[in-house]
């Protein structure tokens, strides 16, 4: 192995995650030393400019990157894979900004500096997750993203309920990272390295030694402390109360980057490293952990979706919806298809589209009810038509109706099931879905069909109409025309170099 000093690399390609590491520490340091003079809300915009700057060199770097580049020893990997989830992060963290610009202004949030600055950490967290390639850079960024999540969803300090949700994610969240590394411990005893690519051989050689069980133990653990990020089961029932007692634009956050990044990690983790594992037979990831993770698909889409049917609490109902999405999303796993990426991808850029802009809906709502309860939506299309329209198409994504970015989201990773012949699992996703029109059209009945206490006009501030306005068109373009995006990731994002010849035929 070659070895490199410092000024030896080529430090461009890391230039997202310096921008946004320089923007968190110079903004703590404005806020600490000229925050009352220069106002919070300039704090906000600069953030916003610092997220957006970081998303025009991730395209840079789409352009340019025809390989993967590495640094340190390849703990950090550059390349297309990753760069897909950090647009991902990105556009979703400029969403949660976009919000958070109008949420604050409420001023249940006393320290507001740090609140913008701590969404950049969180988000440097993930992105340092998407582009790891070892155990250690691996844990550093999802440590980093749960630390600032942790403190962004207790924010709200004179609010109890916030504590008790940050309190709560707090233990739990330590839980999974405990059971994290205690899989990882395995991994790092059965193969003597922390390197995700050499992990792959050194497992194999672990498995046709005679060490099939440890192998197993080590997957389960991972498995199940990941599960905690995407907010599945076994792992999630954090969500309701967290998602509940944060700051809406944060539930946003969590709902999305911190879901994404949790994605991000198995993909480049449990795929990678397990799917070339063989007793001699058959291999395992594709036969063993795939059915482990299709039991857990499952088990989150019936949990999430009946759960949800019982919620009179948008936020808790939309959190149960996460659960049952996370489901959805662990299908294409099982065994994963040519084009898993692809779906993968689409099906996150179409649930960033609509949880955003549920949330803001949601938050609009919120703020004049002075509830969160469902009722708060009664009567709302007779006080602002164009919101609840909005919120309907929104609605109606999560649900899966055509012609929405959820439709063909939904329907790629089902056409995925059955073309790996998992009939039961396809039935599952078919019938979960069906369940959830019923929470999904309570909203809607409410919307419409439910006199509200005012007949009052509903004021929306001109910076979140526009928002919503934005969500609700694009998500039904893409639904209306899917292949723009799922053609541009195939062209720009294919991660098939990433993986190289360690893929099985069957996977490439």
Same mark, same amino acid.
């Given at each position: ?59 840079v ?35 949660? &900004? ?15 500096g ?8 969180? &988000? &440097?967290?993930a ?12 844990f ?41 590394l ?6 790092y ?11 792959s ?36 029932m ?7 007692g ?74 149960y919806s ?62 602002s038509?164009?919101l609840?329209?909005a ?48 929470y999904?059209?309570g ?42 995006v ?9 991660p ?13």
């Amino acid at each position: 192995m070659d070895v490199k000093d410092i000024f030896s690399y080529n430090w461009s390609y890391l230039l997202p995650e310096f921008i946004i590491l320089g923007f968190a520490t110079v903004l703590s340091l404005l806020d600490l030393f000229a925050g009352k003079r220069l106002g919070k809300q300039v704090i906000g915009w600069l953030s916003l400019v610092g997220v957006v700057l970081a998303a025009v060199f991730v395209f840079v770097n789409v352009n340019i990157l025809d390989k993967p580049y590495s640094y340190m020893a390849d703990m950090i990997r550059i390349d297309n894979y990753g760069n897909a989830f950090k647009l991902l992060f990105l556009a979703g963290t400029a969403f949660a &900004l976009l919000l958070s610009l109008s949420y604050l202004k409420q001023r249940e949030v006393e320290h507001t500096g740090e609140y913008y600055y701590l969404l950049l950490t969180g &988000l &440097l967290g993930a992105m340092v997750m998407a582009s790891s390639a070892d155990l250690i850079t691996l844990f550093v960024g999802l440590e980093l993203l749960s630390l600032s999540s942790y403190v962004l969803v207790g924010l709200r300090k004179k609010s109890l309920q916030s504590n008790e949700s940050a309190f709560k994610y707090v233990v739990s969240g330590s839980i999974a990272t405990a059971i994290t590394l205690f899989g990882m411990s395995y991994v790092y005893g059965l193969t003597g390295t922390t390197h995700v690519y050499e992990i792959s051989t050194k497992l194999a050689e672990a498995g046709m030694a005679g060490y099939q069980f440890l192998v197993y133990i080590s997957f389960a653990f991972l498995a199940v402390g990941l599960a905690f990020k995407i907010s599945a089961a076994p792992n999630h029932m954090w969500a309701p109360d967290v998602y509940q007692g944060a700051p809406t634009p944060v539930t946003a956050f969590l709902a999305v980057v911190s879901k994404a990044a949790g994605f991000a990690l198995m993909f480049r983790l449990l795929l990678i490293s397990f799917f070339n594992v063989t007793d001699g037979s058959s291999r395992f990831f594709f036969d063993h952990g795939s059915l482990y993770l299709g039991l857990m698909a499952a088990a989150s889409m019936i949990i999430g979706n009946t759960m949800a049917l019982r919620q009179t609490n948008v936020k808790r109902m939309m959190a149960y919806s996460g659960i049952a999405q996370a489901g959805y999303l662990l299908v294409p796993f099982v065994p994963p298809t040519t084009l898993f990426f692809s779906e993968v991808i689409f099906y996150l850029f179409g649930y960033l589209l609509v949880s955003f802009g549920a949330f803001a809906v949601i938050m609009v709502v919120s703020r004049e009810q002075g509830t969160e309860d469902l009722k708060g939506f009664a009567g709302l299309y007779h006080r602002s038509p164009s919101l609840a329209i909005a919120m309907s198409i929104f609605l109606l994504s999560l649900a899966g109706i055509p012609i929405t970015a959820g439709f063909f989201g939904k329907f790629y990773l089902f056409m995925s099931a059955l073309a790996q012949e998992n009939y039961w699992l396809s039935a599952i996703m078919i019938i979960t879905s069906v369940v959830s029109y019923y929470y999904y059209f309570g909203i809607i009945r409410q919307m419409y069909m439910r006199p509200g206490s005012s007949e009052a006009a509903l004021y929306v501030p001109k910076g979140i109409w526009t928002f919503v306005l934005v969500m609700a068109v694009a998500t039904v373009f893409f639904g209306a025309f899917p292949g723009l995006v799922t053609d541009y990731i195939q062209a720009h994002f294919n991660p098939s170099f990433d993986f190289g010849n360690m893929l099985p035929p069957s996977f490439r």
